[in-house]
C-alpha cells in the first residue's frame, strides 16, 4: 500500500487532471464504465470479464453474440463478456494494462503462470470448490507443471506436453513414385530424399528456422536431443548444444545444406504458404499445421488428387528417435487478485469441462453457439455435428468465440474427435483434427526432454542475467553458421570459448538451481 | 524602434542579447506581452495540450531508474521501494551485443539518410518540371503509393520478389542464366535491401513536403532567372532550391534526429539469424531482450537513451544550420 | 511558348525517367490488386507473384463488405476520425504555429524549446493510459483524437514555412487597420495553403493509419477503426509458429476463405480512398499563390 500523502498527490494529479481534460473535451460524451456488481440484481447474477484472442478482430455479430451470452446466462446463471484482444505485439499491451487498470475489470487471461505470480491468485481451494471437473480434465503431469515448488496451483493448463507437433511429413506421391515404404532409419530417411531429388530435382528439405529441426532430427545424434541436460562432469543442467553428438548433428546439417537439399530460406522465414504451393518440397522438417492445415487447404483449392504428404511417425538415427516431444509449457488461463467474482470464473470453466472427453457438448456451446441455431449434433455417440453459422468464414455472420475461453489441451482437444458435416452432404474428418486428436498424448516416437516437468520462471531468470537474450541469440546465430557453411566447424572449440564469454557459467548456474527445485538431487 | 528590439529577442539565442534583455527589465517584456495579447490568447489552448498530453505522461520516465512493474498501479511509480538507479542503463552497455547493435543502428540510418534524403528532392524536382497536369498529378499520387502498405504488407511483397522459389528478381535471375539465389539471407545485400525498401516506401511521400515549398516560390523569380539567360537545370539551382532549403534544412535536423530509429518493424520482418550480425539494431534488441515478462523499465531506460543522443545530434544539427544562415528549430 | 532543343531534351528525360519510376512504384500494387480478385482455387496453383488475375471473383470484396458488416462500420468511424481529428488537429496546430513564427514575440525561444522537448521525450504507455483511464476517455472516441492533436514536427516544419512569408504583406494589412485576426484569417491563412493543405495530409493519413491507441484505449468492437481489423486480418494466421490452436485455426479452414485474396482485398479497401485525397489537395500547390497576394 502507498502512503496518504502519495495517496494525495494521487488525487490532486486526478483532480487537475479531470479539470483539465474537461475544459478540453468539453463535448465528449462521458464514457461510463461498467463496473461489475452495480445494485442488488448484479448481486445475484455474477459477471465475469474475459481476455480473448479471435480471428474476428472487430468480434461476430453482435446478434449472435447476444443470444448465445444470455444461452450462457440461462444455462450457468453467469454473465459473461469478454474483451477482444487486438492482434499482435499490442495483444500484450493490451493485456498488461486491463490487469493494470483500476476501472477496467477483468477475471481470466492467459499467459505463462510464472510471470504473473504476484497479481493472480492461487486457485487450489477454488477448484477443490468450484472445479472437480477441472482437475479431473487434466493429467497429473498437467497439473504439475501448473504449480511451483511449493506446490500451489497458479492456473489451469491450456498447453502442456505435447506430442503432435513435429513428425517427418514426406511427399508421399514421390515416395511412392520411387518405389519407397515410409523410412524410419536416418538412413532410410535420406535415402529416400536422394530418390525423390533423383525423379524431381526441384526437391527440398524444409524446416522453420533451427529450433523445428532439432525437435525433429537432433536426438539422432544425442543423448538426449532438444533438451537441457545434466552434464555429469559437474551436475549442472546444460544447454543442448553442448552436448556430446551436437557437433556431429551439426556437421550432417552441413552436409544436408552443401549438397544442396535444404531450401535456402529455412531459417529466415519464410511465407510458407507459397512456398507449399510451388510443390518442391520434398520433406517437411516443421511445425505439423502448415500441413495439416495449410497444405491441406491448398491440396483442396487446387484439386490435387496424387500430390500429398504423409508422416514418419518413428525415425531412428545413431543415437536412437530423432524426435524430442515438445517439452511442457507453463502457459496457463490465470485470475487475477483484483477479480471479484473468482468463484464464478471457476464455475464456468468447469461447466465447459462438464462431460469429459466423452461430452464435448457445453464447449461446443461455449465455442460454436447455441444448439439448434448455430449448430447441432447429428450424432452425439458417433460425434458428428453439423454447423448453421458456426461454420461461416465471415466473422459478421457468426457468434466468433467470444465466451470459449478453453483453448489448448482439454476440452478443445477433446472435441478434434468430432466430425462434420461437409458441403456435399457427407461425413469427414478435418485433417487438422484428426492429427491431433491421434497423436496429442502419442509420446513413444519422441525423446522425452530431461527437465520437460520444470515450469521455469524466466523472468526471475533474466532479471539475474540479463544478458540471457544475448546469450540465446549467439547460440542460434553461431549455430546456424555452422550449417550454413559461413564458419568452419573446425573453429568448434573457438565457439565453446566464446559461450564461456557470454555467461554460459550464470545461464547454468541459474537453471540448475530452478531444476533442482522440482529435481533435488 | 519597436522593430529593432523584436529583431533582437527574436534571434535571441546568443548570451549576448538574452543578456540584454535582461537589462531592459521586466517593464519592456511586460508591454511586449500586452502588445501582443491576441497571440498569447491564440497559443494558449494548443500550448495547454502540450501540458497535459506530452508533459504530465513524462512523470513515467522515471521508471528507467525503476524495476517497475504496471501492475503495482501508478502509485509504485512515486515511490522509491523499487529504485535501481542506473542498472537497466548498465545492463544495456554490459551487453556483449552493445557495441554491434549501435554500430548496425547507426549504419543503417546513415545508408537511409545518404540515399534516402536526397532521393524525394530530386524526385520533387522533376516533378515539378512537369508541364501537363495529368501527368503530374498520376505520378504523384502513384509515386506515394507504397507508403500506405504497411509494413507487413511491405515486407510481405519484398519477400514475394526475393525469395528463390520463384520470386520475380529469381526469374529474372534465372533466366539471366543464374542461380537462384536467398537475397534476404546474404549478410552483404541485406542492407541494400533494407534501404531500397526505404526508399521505395517513401521516397514519393517525402516530397510531398518539398513541392509543398515549391508552391510557395514566387514565378516572377522564373521569369526573371529566364531573362537572364537561365537555362532549366540553372533554374532549379539557382532559383527553386534556394528557395525550398529552409524545407529541406528543417527535415534533415528531423532525420538526424531520429537517426536511432534504424526501422524496427521493417526488420523485425525481414530479419533472419543469418544476417544478424548487419541487422540487429537497438529495437530489435530491446524487443528481443523484453519478449518474456513486462520489461517496461528497461525500454524505457533504452528510451531515455536514444532521447538524450537524439537530441545532442539535433541540438548540432541546428547548430551547423544556423551557422549557414538558414532557419534551424528555435 | 517555343521549347528549345535543350529544353525538349530535358522534358523527354525527364518524363521518361517518371514513367519507368511510376511503374516501379506502382506495379507491386497491382499485384496486390490481382490477388485480392483471385478465388481461393486460383492462388493455390498461381505463382507468387500475381500479375493479373484469370478469372477475376469480388468474392472477397463480398465477403467482406457484405451485410452487417464490421468493415462499414468501421469505415465510418475511421472517416469520423480522420474529419473531426485532422479539423481539430489544424484548428490547434496553425495558430500555434504561427504565434511561433513571430520573431519579435517576447519568450519565443523558451516555447519553442518547450514544444521541442516534447519530439524527443516522451512518458511511454502506462502514464499515457492511466491519463486517459482518468480523463475518463476509455472506451471514448475521443481516447483517439485528444492524444495525438499536434504533432510537434509538424507544427514546426509549418512555423518553418510560415516564417518564409514576408514580414512586409502583415505590416501592409496593419497599416491598413486590420485587426490582428483579420490579418491571420485574411492574409497568412491564405499564404500558408500549401503548408496547411500538406500538414493536414499528414494529420490525415496519420488518423487513417492509426490502430495501436484504438487496440489500447477501445474495448467496443463497434468503435474499432478499419487499421485495426486490417491488421487482425493481416495477422491472424499469417505468421509465427506458436499457434497450437486445435478448432480455432479449423473452424476457419472447413469452409476456407481464400485468405490471401481476403488480405489483399483488405488492403486495397483500406488504402484506396486515402488515395483519392490527394489530387484534392493538389489544387493548393499552385505556384504563384504569394504573387497573387502582393498584387492583390
Redesign the interface.
Known sequence: M??PK??R??ML??MG??A??A???AC????A?QEAGDGAAAMETPEVWFAVS??????G??ERTEAVRQHLLDLTGILVNA??L???A?RT??L??L??????PLDIFEG?WP?FK??TLPLDELLEQEGQNILAGHSELDWKMMKDFEGTTWGYPR?GL?GH?HFPFFRSDWLAEAGLDMPDTWEGMEEAFVAMQSNHPEAVITT???S?LMYNTLGAFTEYGFSRWIDPADNMLKPAELQPGYETWLAKMNEWWEAGWM???S?????Y???L??L?IGLWL??Y?RIT?WW????????YVEEDYALALVINGPSGRAKTNNAGSNTAYMIPRKSKTPDAVIRYVNWIYEGGPDDVTNYLIA??GIPGEDWEWIDKEQKMAR?FT????????KYS?DF?IT??LGP??W??AVK?EL?DGSIGW?R??QH?NTYWNQYEGGRMPVDFDVPYD??AI??RF??E??FE??V??ES??FI?G?RPLSEWSSFVEELN??GLQRWSELYTEQFRLYHPV | MQQTGGEQLGVGVTPASSAYTERRGFREAWRQIKRDRFLYALAALPLLYFVIFQYLPMVGVIIAFQDYDPFLGIDAMFSMDRWVGLKHFRNFFDSIFFWNVMRNTVVISLYKLIFGFPLPIILALMINELRMRLFQRTVQTISYLPHFFSMVVAAGIVRAMLTPQGGLLNQLVVALGGEPKAFLTDPTLFRSILVTMDIWQQAGWNSIIYLAAMATINPEMYEAAAMDGANRFQRMWYVTLPSISFAIVITLIFRIGGMLNAGFEQILLLYSPSVYAVSDIIDTYVYRAGLIGRQYSFGAAVGLFKSILALILMYMANKVAQRLGQEGLW | MQFSRDERLFNFFNIAILIVLTLLFLLPFLSVVSTSLISGKEYATRGLFILYPRQPVLNSYQMLLGQGSIVINAYFVTAARVIVGTGLNLLFTFPLAYVLSKRKLYGRVPLTMFIFFTMLFHGGLIPNFVLVEKLNLLDSFWSMILPPLINPWWLLIMRNFMLAIPEELEEAAIMDGASPLVVLVRVILPLSMPVIATIGLWYAVMHWNAWFDAAIYINDTRKLPLQLILRGILEYGAGQYSDYSGLAEMTELADPPPAESLKAAMIVITTLPILMIYPFIQRYFVKGIMLGSIKG
Open positions: 502507498s502512503t502519495l495517496n498527490r494521487q494529479q486526478g487532471l479531470a483539465a481534460g475544459a478540453l473535451a465528449a460524451p462521458p464514457a464504465p479471435t480471428p474476428c478482430p472487430g468480434g455479430s453482435p474483451y477482444i487486438p492482434p499482435g499490442a499491451e493490451k498488461n494494462l490487469l493494470a487498470s483500476g476501472t477496467q505463462t510471470d504476484g497479481i498447453l505435447m507437433t522453420m528456422g533451427r523445428h531450401q535456402q530460406e531459417f529466415a522465414n519464410p511465407d504458404r507459397s512456398m504451393k510451388t518442391t516443421g511445425w499445421s492445415g491441406d487447404q491448398i491440396r483442396r483449392d487446387a484439386g465455442s460454436w454447423q458456426a461454420g461461416s468464414p465471415v466473422c459478421e455472420q468465440r470459449q483453448l489448448g478443445e482437444t472435441a478434434t462434420l458441403e478435418n487438422h483434427w491431433i524466466r523472468t533474466r532479471d540479463p544478458g537474450p544475448d541469440r549467439f542460434d546465430e546456424i553458421k550454413t559461413v564469454g557470454a
